[in-house]
């Protein structure tokens, strides 16, 4: 008995895989793409002609295209490919190229957040299989190698799931993550997929799985970061840019719903049901799998993928754009039951 040792503080087996093999897999799955080729994306244009006024003394708080606002484009990622551009153009890239590398900081951040909410939460190994089922899934390939806003929606739902992995042991980074991904995603896809993920974030402590004291400090730590960074756009918006912050209140401040003037829904739930078939391959048939292996209430993280994917569903159910991208929202989730 002297000699023992508690299962917990025993150092894992050695095993024979090589964590380098998939860095360098994503690292040849991400870049390729970037180099060497015009704006192939029809939204492509759109995105770079912002990021040119923006680089010309264009405001910075909303994308300007040819002298319209256009809320869909995120702020975060002009700034994030202006800063590429200014960094690795002429020397190292051309302009079209060095702005894409916003998509593959965005999309390998998001990765390396799902990769760690898959190891918290299922354990060894399965950080590398979360990545690889969404390095597979087609529709996250061309908002990797595209300018495309919708990397930085990716990136703040990833790190909210990873928030989430953290609670039952890291309650600061948890936190940190949790409201910084709420921010991020305020400024990304609006409002209202933000509220939902929060409501379902408040509503997860009704199961026993999500009951535990860790989970209410990760809670309240999220809200005192996530609230007040949440306010910053707005609160900029509205002092420097008071017409600019009526037309997105109104129209964009709900991301695809619209605004508070101009909220729309419109029942679509075939569409994104017939493009989730080929865009989130191969984590829906996977995720299938682990449901007729699994009981859904028995794991943490199976309370949590059911209920994230449940509430996303309602509101891709009743988006009035029919504008398969949106399916990113379900992603994460799909690919953590998936692994």
Request: proline content about 6%; glycine content about 8%.
């Given at each position: 008995?002297?000699t023992?040792?508690?299962p917990d503080?025993r150092?894992p087996?050695?095993t024979h895989e090589?964590?380098?093999?998939?860095?360098?897999?994503v690292?040849?799955w991400?870049w390729?793409?970037?180099f060497?080729?015009?704006l192939?994306?029809p939204?492509e244009?759109v995105?770079?002609?912002?990021?040119?006024?923006l680089?010309?003394?264009?405001?910075?708080?909303?994308?300007?295209v040819?002298g319209q606002a256009?809320?869909?484009?995120?702020p975060?990622?002009?700034w994030t490919?202006a800063?590429?551009?200014?960094?690795?153009?002429?020397?190292?890239?051309?302009a079209?190229?060095?702005?894409r590398?916003a998509?593959?900081?965005f999309?390998?951040?998001g990765?390396?957040?799902c990769?760690?909410?898959g190891f918290?939460?299922l354990g060894?190994?399965h950080?590398?299989?979360?990545?690889?089922?969404?390095?597979?899934?087609v529709g996250?390939?061309s908002?990797a190698h595209?300018?495309s806003?919708?990397?930085v929606t990716?990136?703040?739902?990833?790190?909210?799931?990873c928030?989430?992995?953290l609670?039952?042991k890291?309650v600061i980074?948890?936190?940190?993550?949790l409201g910084?991904?709420?921010?991020?995603?305020?400024l990304?896809?609006?409002?209202?997929l933000t509220?939902v993920?929060?409501?379902?974030?408040l509503?997860?402590p009704l199961?026993?799985q999500?009951?535990f004291?860790?989970?209410a400090?990760?809670l309240v730590?999220a809200?005192?970061?996530g609230?007040p960074?949440?306010?910053?756009?707005?609160?900029l918006l509205?002092?420097?840019q008071?017409a600019?912050?009526?037309?997105w209140?109104n129209?964009?401040?709900?991301g695809?719903f619209?605004?508070?003037?101009?909220f729309?829904?419109a029942?679509?739930?075939?569409?994104?049901l017939k493009n989730?078939?080929?865009f989130a391959f191969p984590a829906?048939?996977?995720?299938?799998?682990t449901y007729?292996r699994i009981r859904?209430?028995?794991q943490r993280?199976?309370?949590l993928?059911t209920?994230w994917?449940g509430?996303?569903?309602v509101?891709l159910?009743?988006?009035?754009?029919?504008y398969?991208d949106?399916?990113?929202?379900?992603?994460?989730?799909m690919?953590?039951?998936g692994?």
């Amino acid at each position: 008995m002297l000699t023992y040792t508690p299962p917990d503080s025993r150092k894992p087996a050695k095993t024979h895989e090589k964590p380098w093999l998939l860095l360098l897999m994503v690292f040849a799955w991400l870049w390729p793409g970037v180099f060497s080729h015009d704006l192939w994306n029809p939204a492509e244009p759109v995105v770079f002609t912002a990021l040119e006024a923006l680089r010309h003394g264009a405001s910075p708080l909303v994308a300007d295209v040819l002298g319209q606002a256009d809320f869909k484009i995120p702020p975060v990622y002009l700034w994030t490919a202006a800063a590429f551009q200014n960094l690795l153009s002429p020397w190292a890239a051309d302009a079209y190229s060095a702005a894409r590398f916003a998509s593959v900081f965005f999309t390998a951040a998001g990765l390396a957040c799902c990769g760690f909410a898959g190891f918290n939460l299922l354990g060894r190994h399965h950080g590398r299989s979360v990545v690889l089922i969404l390095a597979g899934c087609v529709g996250l390939l061309s908002m990797a190698h595209f300018l495309s806003g919708l990397s930085v929606t990716f990136a703040a739902l990833s790190m909210i799931l990873c928030g989430f992995s953290l609670a039952h042991k890291k309650v600061i980074t948890g936190a940190l993550l949790l409201g910084g991904g709420w921010a991020l995603l305020s400024l990304s896809a609006g409002f209202l997929l933000t509220a939902v993920l929060v409501l379902t974030a408040l509503l997860l402590p009704l199961h026993p799985q999500w009951r535990f004291k860790r989970y209410a400090l990760t809670l309240v730590g999220a809200f005192a970061v996530g609230l007040p960074l949440m306010v910053v756009y707005p609160f900029l918006l509205h002092r420097l840019q008071p017409a600019a912050f009526d037309l997105w209140l109104n129209t964009r401040s709900l991301g695809a719903f619209g605004g508070l003037a101009d909220f729309q829904t419109a029942f679509n739930l075939p569409y994104y049901l017939k493009n989730l078939i080929w865009f989130a391959f191969p984590a829906w048939p996977l995720m299938a799998w682990t449901y007729t292996r699994i009981r859904i209430g028995a794991q943490r993280w199976s309370v949590l993928g059911t209920a994230w994917i449940g509430a996303a569903a309602v509101l891709l159910a009743v988006n009035p754009e029919t504008y398969q991208d949106h399916l990113v929202w379900l992603l994460p989730p799909m690919a953590l039951l998936g692994a």
